[in-house]
């Protein structure tokens, strides 16, 4: 028996290729079809002519083709919203950890800048945080600060309002 | 009146940070035509003169690294791409050629155009398809946060452009003050002493009675004693072992969207404060992120006579105050509103925060004290008319966060 090898290509899949004709068309037709087949609220939201790529075609498709098993079946009302159903939608947690040591953002730097003002304005030298501002770098250390200087000022406001509060009892 | 405003009892408002609307909201153009979003097409040239489209593939951190340039003298450009002539047109093509600025790489300059897909995230693109989303919630300035956010709170920044606000002498009063002396109840909620709150400054000088966290937001939800009037801050920074969820660059926008999915949870979770409370979510400003929709000029008589000098303003042109910033995400929640409800041919600002809550609240307020709001607020456009039912609705969404 004569058996004949088949080679494995050598070229690894090509997701960033640019669409070919016959995908722009397919693309395209899917675009029409769930437009057409699915109520506004279980489309992609995926804006099909920005795809370039064969990546995006087959993420495209593949979404669109699993949206049309699960949803095609049901109609969609006269104005494109599908039935009353009760929907609940799963939020996903975040897959990344705190970093403490990111810089801060120029927001986060001037509201250090403000809080800073505020201390001095409001709070007693000994009852002042004591830090020099220009030298917090980070989100942590911003954090830390702002968590000081907002706990002496709610301090300062208790004692404030308490006798006011005695003289009303 | 509707039944949904002679049931409205509370007005909160979830200010997030530095995320434009096409960035966030853009895509559902595709799945509701009438939302202003992105066709796909749209583009901006980078340093090279080639053109950036739009593509969806933002993702949730580390993209926006550095920050986006977000000052005024940025979003200046960012508008008008560099042109300073007194004719010049706001066209939007100067995104790509800002951010290249931050890092001088040609590639990661063009993720600027990037936007996210409605499945990334599932709170906000739910929230502005069950409910109202606007397709006209400009930022107050085109500048960066705090002024922005200062309209949220007083109708006005007093004249400032940038970060250095301190509000010395100022005549017109916050919307907190004017509840408060007119019998009313309103808060400002901060995530927790560690992040503490933005912008605010003066009003933690002299009121920090005013002030909350989060967690009291939570419990008053639940008990039945959330104040008339709440504005809510998202938590700035990475700290202990949670996550920033503001959405600034370059903080996770996922841990965003559970933010804003908690603070529906909570509303929603309460069966009474659900059916007589309006939730507004929306952005202090774009962030230096591509939007598509040139911001408009605004009409004469909402022009207060601010003006910020070029020393101020950062180019050789002064600012009259006159047009608006970069458009931004904007989605009004109640049950009294139509599912699919887009705002159209509507202009909105931040200073139609406090103009909403004290036409509801305190309709009087003008006749009483005449200058104490500016022309600016008192012109803006108010959005409670969009709560419409005659019959509150029992298909609302719920959300299930992940633990």
């Not at chain 2, 010049?88 to 800002?98: A, D, L, Y």
Request: contains cysteine; neutral net charge.
């Amino acid at each position: 028996m004569n058996v004949i090898r088949v080679p494995k290509p050598a070229a690894a899949p090509n997701r960033e290729r640019p669409l070919s004709d016959l995908l722009k068309k397919q693309v395209e037709h899917f675009r029409h079809v769930e437009k057409k087949q699915l109520p506004f609220d279980k489309r992609t939201g995926i804006v099909a002519e920005a795809i370039r790529t064969e990546g995006e075609a087959a993420e495209y498709i593949r979404m669109v083709t699993e949206k049309l098993h699960r949803y095609a079946a049901k109609p969609a009302d006269a104005t494109g919203i599908a039935p009353a159903e009760k929907k609940v939608v799963r939020v996903p947690k975040p897959t990344t950890s705190p970093k403490h040591d990111r810089p801060i953002s120029d927001l986060i730097r001037k509201q250090v800048e403000h809080f800073h003002h505020v201390e001095k304005k409001m709070l007693a030298p000994d009852q002042q945080a004591g830090k020099t501002v220009e030298n917090i770098q980070t989100e942590g250390e911003a954090a830390e600060y702002i968590r000081e200087v907002t706990a002496k000022l709610h301090a300062r406001e208790q004692t404030r309002l308490r006798p006011a509060e005695a003289g009303m009892a | 009146m509707p039944p949904g405003l002679n049931s409205l009892k509370h007005i909160v408002v979830l200010m997030m940070e530095n995320r434009s609307f096409d960035h966030m909201l853009g895509a559902l153009k595709a799945r509701d035509p009438r939302i202003d979003g992105l066709n796909g097409n749209e583009t901006n040239p980078d340093t090279k003169g080639d053109p950036a489209p739009v593509l969806p593939k933002a993702e949730f951190q580390s993209q926006l690294d550095p920050d986006p340039n977000h000052h005024f003298p940025a979003v200046d450009f960012q508008i008008f791409g560099g042109d300073q002539s007194d004719g010049r047109k706001p066209t939007m093509q100067g995104f790509v050629r800002s951010y290249f600025q931050e890092r001088r790489d040609v590639k990661h300059s063009r993720k600027i155009m990037y936007y996210f897909t409605p499945e990334q995230l599932p709170v906000l693109s739910t929230l502005a398809m069950d409910f109202a989303v606007f397709n006209g919630w400009f930022s107050s300035i085109p500048g960066p946060t705090l002024c922005n956010r200062a309209f949220a709170h007083w109708g006005t920044s007093f004249g400032q452009v940038g970060m250095d606000i301190f509000y010395v002498g100022k005549q017109s009063k916050s919307v907190y003050e004017r509840m408060l002396s007119n019998g009313h109840t309103a808060k400002i909620y901060y995530f927790d002493q560690v992040s503490s709150t933005m912008q605010v400054v003066n009003l933690l000088q002299h009121q920090p009675q005013l002030f909350g966290s989060y967690d009291q937001f939570l419990a008053d939800c639940k008990s039945g004693n959330l104040p008339e009037y709440s504005f809510i801050e998202p938590n700035y920074t990475d700290h202990g072992e949670m996550l920033a969820s503001d959405q600034h660059p370059d903080h996770n926008v996922q841990a965003g969207e559970i933010f804003i999915a908690s603070v529906y949870n909570a509303i929603r979770g309460n069966e009474a404060l659900w059916a007589s409370t309006a939730l507004l979510i929306v952005y202090d400003e774009h962030g230096g992120i591509y939007d598509h929709v040139p911001p408009p000029l605004l009409p004469s008589g909402a022009i207060d006579g601010n003006i910020a000098q070029p020393k101020d303003t950062g180019t050789n042109r002064p600012f009259n105050f006159d047009r608006l910033g970069v458009r931004v995400p904007a989605v009004l929640v109640s049950p009294w509103i139509p599912k699919g409800t887009v705002v159209q041919g509507r202009v909105f600002e931040h200073a139609s925060i406090p103009a909403t809550a004290t036409k509801f609240f305190l309709p009087y307020f003008d006749a009483q004290a005449p200058t104490a709001r500016t022309k600016r607020e008192q012109m803006a456009e108010t959005f409670l008319d969009l709560l419409t039912l005659d019959k509150m609705r029992d298909d609302c969404p719920e959300f299930d966060i992940e633990k």
